[in-house]
C-alpha cells in the first residue's frame, strides 16, 4: 500500500521556523509532483506549495520568500522548510503526490500563536 507519512508538526511563535517531511513508503517510483497544501478551520484546502521531480517549484503567494519546498528523490521525500511563520499560517499540512496515481497524507497541524 502506497502512503504517504507526514512529521514536523507542531506549536511555533510567530517569527519562528519550522520544517516539515513527507516520504513516501510502499513505492519504488517517483512521483512527478510533489507538494504540500493546507486547510485553515473553516477555509478550503489551498495549495502552498508544489515541485516536479526534475526541480520545477510553484508557491502560493502568501508564502513567498518565506517557505521553500525542496525533494530528496533518492529517499522519496519531499520537505517545506517554513519562516518568518505567521498567526496566519496556522493550518492542518497534507502533503500531496501526484503522477497516474494521486495520494494524501494524513496531515500535520501547524499552529502558530505566542
Known amino acids: 500500500q502506497v502512503q504517504l507519512v507526514e512529521s514536523g508538526g507542531g506549536l511555533v511563535q510567530p517569527g519562528g521556523s519550522l520544517r516539515l517531511s513527507c516520504a513516501v513508503s510502499?513505492?519504488?517510483?517517483?512521483?512527478?509532483?510533489m507538494g504540500w497544501y493546507r486547510q485553515a478551520p473553516g477555509k478550503e484546502r489551498d495549495l502552498v506549495a508544489i515541485?516536479?521531480?526534475?526541480?520545477?517549484?510553484h508557491y502560493a503567494d502568501s508564502v513567498k520568500g518565506r517557505f521553500t519546498i525542496s525533494r530528496d528523490i533518492a529517499k522519496n521525500t519531499v520537505y517545506l522548510q517554513m519562516n518568518s511563520l505567521k498567526p496566519e499560517d496556522t493550518a492542518v499540512y497534507y502533503c500531496?503526490?501526484?503522477?497516474?496515481?494521486?495520494?494524501w497524507g494524513q496531515g500535520t497541524l501547524v499552529t502558530v500563536s505566542s
Open positions: 510502499g513505492s519504488i517510483f517517483s512521483f512527478y509532483f
Open positions: 515541485s516536479t521531480s526534475t526541480g520545477t517549484t
Open positions: 500531496n503526490a501526484k503522477s497516474d496515481l494521486e495520494i
